[in-house]
């Protein structure tokens, strides 16, 4: 499975941002599936998931400002971030919270005004 993250870019504090993520060489319907970050100088986080069944859980930096979906038809899963904060600048990747297949590029995400 190779996973591609987009939507990245720079935009201001306050602002919103849509990750995707979209899978071939597979499907991934059945796993669980989560957004990570990686921040200059930090490791590596993890930022929200979501189970095969559709239960979320999200860090608490993010909590009430990120959503995390999928849409299992297309094997795709988005990141919605809302009222973005200087601190979530960070390339953002996406993979299985349990199985993980190679990182990709990820997606870069860049907060300032």
């Known amino acids: 499975v190779q996973l591609q993250a987009s939507g990245g870019g720079l935009v201001q504090p306050g602002g919103s941002l849509r990750l995707s993520c979209a899978a071939s060489?597979?499907?991934?319907?059945?796993?669980?599936m989560a957004w990570y970050r990686q921040a200059p100088g930090k490791q590596r986080e993890l930022v929200a998931a979501?189970?095969?069944?559709?239960?979320?859980n999200y860090a608490d930096s993010v909590k009430g400002r990120f959503t995390i979906s999928r849409v299992h038809a297309n094997n795709t899963v988005y990141l919605q971030m809302n009222s973005l904060k200087p601190e979530d600048t960070a390339i953002y990747y996406c993979?299985?919270?349990?199985?993980?297949?190679?990182w990709g590029q990820g997606t870069l995400v860049t907060v300032s005004s």
């Open positions: 993979n299985g919270l349990y199985t993980r297949w190679s």
């Open positions: 979501m189970s095969a069944r559709g239960n979320t």
């Open positions: 060489g597979g499907i991934f319907s059945g796993h669980a």
